[in-house]
């Protein structure tokens, strides 16, 4: 069995911001030679995402306006009872909730095996800093 573990940092300048992050988790396949297996790419903060969608930006716009509207940004800890503990990033983490942590794909003849139009995204709701990505990808 091959297997191949890398950590990608991610700094979005905005609170919010999306990522098309295919091209990088495809070269680590391709760098792992496995040719038969599984690709684990996971947010590793409470306040990220990792996800498979679509790579349109007016997706992109809608799901912003969309988790804005499920949790809006507000700071004050009148709103968020986790803002009480002096963050006022609540919002972020509920965003990161509904987006989900990870995704899992399979490797067949050494490539990802996406349906039609899939792409891996990192999803940031709580950003200007650095964060990481776990990349575990296992098989033969």
């Given at each position: 069995m091959k297997s191949l573990t890398k950590h990608?940092?991610?700094?979005i300048p905005a609170r919010m911001g999306?990522?098309?992050?295919?091209?990088t988790v495809e070269a680590l396949v391709a760098e792992s030679g496995v040719q038969e297996g599984?690709?684990?790419?996971?947010?590793?903060h409470i306040t990220a995402s990792?996800?498979?969608?679509?790579?349109?930006?007016?997706?992109?716009?809608?799901?912003?306006k969309w988790l804005e509207?499920?949790?809006?940004?507000?700071?004050?800890?009148?709103?968020?009872?986790?803002n009480r503990t002096g963050?006022?990033?609540?919002?972020?983490?509920?965003?990161?909730?509904?987006?989900?942590?990870e995704v899992v794909v399979a490797i067949t003849a050494g490539r990802l095996d996406f349906g039609p139009?899939?792409?891996?995204?990192?999803?940031?709701?709580?950003?200007?800093?650095p964060k990481r990505v776990l990349v575990k990808i296992i098989g033969e």
């Open positions: 990608l940092t991610f700094n999306f990522e098309n992050i295919t091209p599984i690709c684990l790419v996971n947010a590793m990792v996800f498979i969608n679509d790579d349109e930006a007016g997706l992109h716009r809608d799901y912003a509207q499920l949790a809006p940004f507000n700071a004050s800890p009148k709103v968020y009872d986790h963050e006022d990033n609540a919002d972020a983490h509920m965003k990161r909730q509904v987006m989900g942590r139009w899939e792409q891996i995204f990192y999803g940031e709701f709580d950003g200007r800093r």
